[in-house]
């Protein structure tokens, strides 16, 4: 009989990862912001999970106990009311899951969700979505949201020998842009997912741990488990802007 044998390092290499500085130069990041919007991403075809059933990428349980803790958390520190900008929502129905078991505890002042594909969805009238890629996205609501909300953005690695992989890059950029913009306002970043392994950027999960511009305040396990690939470690991270 044959016996299944899982790695137990895969999610250690991939958080190891550093992002190459040479992301930031502008002109690279100009092409990255165009190919998001010329490529297959661009197409519900690329995601069609989320077209055609209106689920979650996480099992709908583990979307309302990641929203339990995150209300938890809020509540407290003596939070009565709040806004979120979620990026990359897909179908918006871990938005809803997130949105109701949150607004138990907390007033729920906006809900902006928004992805770079107008997938058919189900939301209710407070939740608006609007088709934008991540970073426009954060341009035009990052100022007057409390918390920015990332729930399983799409896995990446950057380079592929000499090709830079056109899916990647919009969460770090965006995060980036988001901290800078909000610095000192008392504003958090939320991560639901396997940050920087099978959720996000290669690279972001020492990026946004070892980043002095802001400050892991909360982290808790979800799922803890292996699949046909190795472990899987889906956490919730809440970040304070600094
Ligand atoms: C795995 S799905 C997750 C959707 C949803 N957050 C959930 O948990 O079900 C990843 C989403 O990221 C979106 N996406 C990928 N690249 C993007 C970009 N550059 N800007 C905005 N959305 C993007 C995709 O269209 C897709 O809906």
């Given at each position: 009989m044959s016996k299944t044998t899982y790695s137990t390092t895969r999610l250690r290499d991939e958080r190891n990862a550093v992002i190459n500085p040479?992301?930031?130069l502008k002109e690279f990041r100009e092409i990255m912001v165009k190919q998001w919007n010329e490529t297959?991403?661009?197409?519900?075809l690329v995601n069609s999970h989320q077209e055609q059933q209106?689920?979650?990428?996480?099992?709908i349980k583990i979307v309302e106990y990641a929203g339990d803790i995150l209300k938890n958390y809020l509540i407290s520190l003596g939070k009565k009311e709040i806004s979120v900008l979620e990026v990359?929502?897909?179908?918006c129905s871990g938005s809803r899951f997130l949105h109701r078991t949150i607004s138990k505890g907390l007033k729920i002042n906006e809900w902006i969700c928004t992805d770079i594909i107008d997938f058919t969805k189900t939301i209710k009238e407070n939740i608006k979505f609007h088709k934008l890629d991540g970073l426009k996205a954060v341009e035009q609501y990052g100022n007057c949201v409390d918390i920015l909300l990332l729930m399983c953005p799409p896995p990446n690695q950057i380079f592929d020998g000499n090709h830079v992989?056109?899916?990647?890059l919009c969460d770090y950029y965006l995060m980036n842009d988001f901290i800078a913009m909000n610095k000192g306002k008392n504003k958090f970043i939320v991560f639901i997912g396997e940050l920087g392994a099978?959720?996000?950027?290669?690279?972001l999960y020492k990026y946004m741990l070892s980043?002095?511009?802001?400050?892991?305040?909360h982290r808790q396990m979800l799922i803890s488990s292996y699949n046909q690939f190795g472990p899987i470690e889906k956490e919730i991270f809440i970040f304070s802007i600094l």
């Open positions: 040479i992301v930031d297959l991403i661009n197409s519900a209106p689920l979650p990428t996480l099992p990359m929502s897909g179908n992989n056109p899916m990647s099978s959720d996000g950027t290669e690279g980043n002095s511009k802001i400050k892991l305040s």
